[in-house]
Nanobody, 127 residues
Framework: QVHLVESGGGLVQAGGSLRLSCAAS????????MGWFRQAPGKEREFVAT????????NYADSVKGRFTISRDNAKNTVYLQMDSLAPEDTAVYYC????????????????????WGQGTQVTVSS
């Protein structure tokens, strides 16, 4: 069992930056591929980024590539999402998730690959 808690969301102007954090409970954090998803009002949850257990591989949605960076610190049981050059279309609730499937399986971006989810943190980007 993994309990995930996101933080770092808020209101930011277009062009600004935010850093989201996701703290995980338990001693097996480094056994999970970690991902970030987001969900805007009236839209389906969409994949943002994923990182493998050892932080040697990452994958991003085309919409955030070059602007967002996913990272993790296994010693701190935490995964991060650095978001730069934010735009109003990035406004959403952001969720972190943990997958016990191999990293390559999570590259499809499907939320069905993830077993545990946080409660989400709101990110609002004003124009």
């Amino acid at each position: 069992q993994v309990h995930l808690v996101e933080s770092g969301g808020g209101l930011v102007q277009a062009g600004g930056s935010l850093r989201l954090s996701c703290a995980a409970s338990g001693r097996t954090f480094n056994m999970y591929t970690m991902g970030w998803f987001r969900q805007a009002p009236g839209k389906e949850r969409e994949f943002v980024a994923t990182i493998n257990r050892s932080a040697t591989n990452t994958n991003y949605a085309d919409s955030v590539k070059g602007r967002f960076t996913i990272s993790r610190d296994n010693a701190k049981n935490t995964v991060y999402l650095q978001m730069d050059s934010l735009a109003p279309e990035d406004t959403a609730v952001y969720y972190c998730a943990a997958s016990n499937r191999p990293y390559l399986a999570t590259m499809t971006g499907s939320p069905n690959n993830y077993l545990y989810w946080g409660q989400g943190t709101q990110v609002t980007v004003s124009s």
